[in-house]
C-alpha cells in the first residue's frame, strides 16, 4: 500500500463521493499525482463501504459533503438536462459526416430518444421521425446534396390543464 498525502487523499475522497469508481479514482490519482494507488486501497476511502468504516472523521465529513453537494447541484451536469440529451441524439443522428448510420446505431439512437419522450410526445416525435427518414431517402437520392435535416418538436399542453 502506498503511503498517502493529505492532498491525495482529498482528492480521492472527493471523487469517490462524485461516483467514480475506485479504479477510475486509482488511474485518475496516477495521472493527476503520479503516484500509483491500488484500487483496494481507493476504496478504503469511501465511508459507504465496509472497507471505509475506519475513515478519520475530517474526511467522512468531507464525503457526505462532497457527496450531499454533487446529487443536489446535478443540473450543472449537461445530461442531466433533457433538452441537451436530445440535442446530442439529434446530433448523432444527422451529423454522421456523409456516411450512411449503421442501421443498429440508428434504431439504438431512436430508442433512446423514445425513451427521453413521455406520453403524447412520442407521437410527436414518431411524426416527426418519419419526416425525417423521408427527407433522408430524399438526400440519399440526391448524391450532392449536403443539407442536414432537424427535428423541431413542440410539446402541446394536455386537456387537463397542466
Do not use: C, W
Not at 74 to 83: F, T, Y
Not at 106 to 135: F, P, V, Y
Amino acid at each position: 500500500m502506498a503511503i498517502l498525502k493529505e492532498p491525495i487523499k482529498i482528492f480521492i475522497v472527493q471523487s469517490l463521493a462524485r461516483m467514480d469508481t475506485p479504479q477510475q479514482v486509482a488511474d485518475a490519482v496516477k495521472q493527476e499525482f503520479g503516484v500509483e494507488v491500488e484500487r483496494q486501497q481507493v476504496a478504503s476511502y469511501d465511508p459507504t463501504k465496509a472497507t471505509g468504516k475506519n475513515l478519520s472523521k475530517k474526511l467522512r465529513t468531507l464525503f457526505e459533503k462532497t457527496r450531499r453537494e454533487f446529487q443536489e447541484n446535478v443540473l450543472d451536469i449537461p445530461l442531466a438536462n433533457k433538452a441537451f440529451r436530445l440535442k446530442e441524439l439529434q446530433d448523432m443522428y444527422t451529423n454522421t459526416g456523409g456516411k450512411p448510420l449503421n442501421r443498429v446505431i440508428r434504431q439504438k439512437l431512436l430508442k433512446q430518444a423514445k425513451d427521453e419522450m413521455s406520453g403524447h410526445d412520442t407521437q410527436l416525435l414518431n411524426n416527426a421521425l418519419l419526416r425525417l427518414e423521408l427527407g433522408r431517402k430524399e438526400a440519399e437520392d440526391k448524391e450532392d446534396d449536403d443539407s442536414t435535416i432537424n427535428i423541431n418538436i413542440v410539446r402541446v399542453g394536455r386537456r387537463d390543464g397542466s
